[in-house]
């Protein structure tokens, strides 16, 4: 069944004297479950798409379905319900308030739930996520005392905190090294056998292999849109080594 319906989608940015076209139709359907990866060059799109698939924005034509409904057709005050209810976001920078804790980072979004759980379920609810991704044992530390990796952990409970449908994630590896990729592509891998439908924006080939499908955008289109074999994450930490780091790392050079 298809949680995501997108037809004829455009997006047209405008200033006085100039319209940049960031995406010039596009039609996509992701199913439940699904692990997508979105690929494309600076400028393909593809962070417009995924801001347009998270109610960050809306599209200038065309039709979004999310789980059958419209979300053109949205009030603003809707649409913070679905960002709250429905999706989870995970992003390259963490975005994680420097001077609270872990813990208190993942509550946040059920401070703005319209559900106002009660102090004793937010707390449960926040070292469950945080369990969920190993950092029970961290529940307290402040972000500057965790590593990269440990932030973007604690990134990810955040956004499971609210038990979304759809978790976006916007370069989730990009600000970590290759064996900590790794082991976020690897909870990623694990919540999506779990039934979590995950879209991943990112630049990097070798971590697009990690999901079920990739496509890929140029000049505001889909150019491809292909399944993939997907590796595991799981087995590539249990086989690293230092040559499979230095091979990665010259890729991305």
Known sequence: MSIIQ????TRTY?????????????????????FLAIMGPSGSGKSTLMNILGCLDRPTGGSYLLNGQDVARLSRDQLARIRNRTLGFVFQ?????????????????????????GWKEIH????EALKIV???????????????????????ARALVTKPALLLADEPTGNLDSRTSLEIIDI???????????????HESDIATFAHRTIVMRDGLIRTDRLNEPRSAREAILNWNDEDAEEIETEKM
Do not use: C, W
């Open 124 to 127: 449960n609810r926040s070292v």
């Open 134 to 156: 190993g950092l029970a044992d961290r529940a307290e530390h402040t972000p500057s005392e965790l590593s990269g990796g440990q932030q973007q952990r604690v990134a990810i």
């Open 93 to 117: 920078n963490f975005h994680l308030l420097p001077r609270t804790s872990a813990r208190e980072n993942v509550e946040l979004p059920l401070l703005y739930s319209e559900d106002e759980p």
């Open 6 to 9: 997108l037809r004829g989608i």
């Open 188 to 202: 990623i891998q694990k919540l999506n056998r779990e039934g979590l439908t995950i879209l991943m924006v990112t």
């Open 14 to 34: 405008r200033t006085e004297s100039v319209a940049v076209d960031a995406l010039r139709g596009v039609d996509l359907d992701i199913d439940e479950g699904e």
